[in-house]
């Protein structure tokens, strides 16, 4: 592991710095610290951006207002999230369908299909995997700009069986 821009007399050091830093961490690791733990160690804080969603439900991240793409459900599915900041527990889902019916209609006024309200029973189904892989590509869009450890705040999260929801402060959150 050895890095080319230290000087020879200065090489003996930062191997032993090195070797130093990697059995620190594993010490952390013996002693429980998660590697999530471990890896928000390395990062610095970053001011969060603020997220903007236009009356045609596009989203915009930032004063440069950088799109965030997403399918229409996907889409759907993020915005009825926003729209609760408590979170919602999945089991609790099928209470939001007629909530998220609507958010869909309204990014697709073009009705809604059988194919459709079909995807939606689906997403609202606690005993299916559809919320999961809604929730993975909204992870996915925000990790997508930028690292997990910023992105957290703008995604889908949380443990299991509590309420899942997006931690970004609402004041951050503008509708247009």
């Known amino acids: 592991m050895a890095n080319t821009s230290i000087n020879n007399e200065n090489q003996d050091l930062y191997n032993v710095l090195v070797e130093e830093v990697k059995e620190r961490l594993q010490k952390l690791k013996e002693y429980g610290i998660s590697e999530k733990e471990i890896s928000s160690l390395f990062h610095t804080e970053q001011p969060l951006l603020r997220l903007t969603i236009s009356r045609n439900y596009r989203i915009f991240l930032g004063d440069e207002q950088k799109e965030i793409h997403m399918q229409p459900l996907v889409k759907s599915v993020y915005i009825l999230f926003l729209k609760h900041p408590e979170g919602i ?3 609790d889902l099928p209470a939001y369908r007629q909530e998220l019916m609507k958010i869909y ?4 006024p073009w009705g809604l299909t ?3 309200i079909q995807s939606i029973k689906d997403v ?3 005993l299916l995997n559809s919320i ?4 993975a590509r909204i992870r996915g869009a ?5 690292d997990d450890h910023m992105a957290r705040h703008y995604y889908i999260d949380g443990l299991r069986g509590e309420a899942k929801k997006i931690a970004l402060p609402r004041d951050l959150v503008v509708w247009e």
Not at 105 to 108: A, G, V
Not at 132 to 135: D, M, P, Q, T, Y
Not at 142 to 146: M, P, R, T
């Open 142 to 146: 925000f990790v997508g700009q930028f």
């Open 132 to 135: 999961n892989e809604k929730c």
């Open 89 to 91: 527990i999945f089991k």
């Open 124 to 126: 609202t189904n606690p």
């Open 114 to 116: 059988e194919r459709a």
């Open 105 to 108: 209609s309204d990014i697709r």
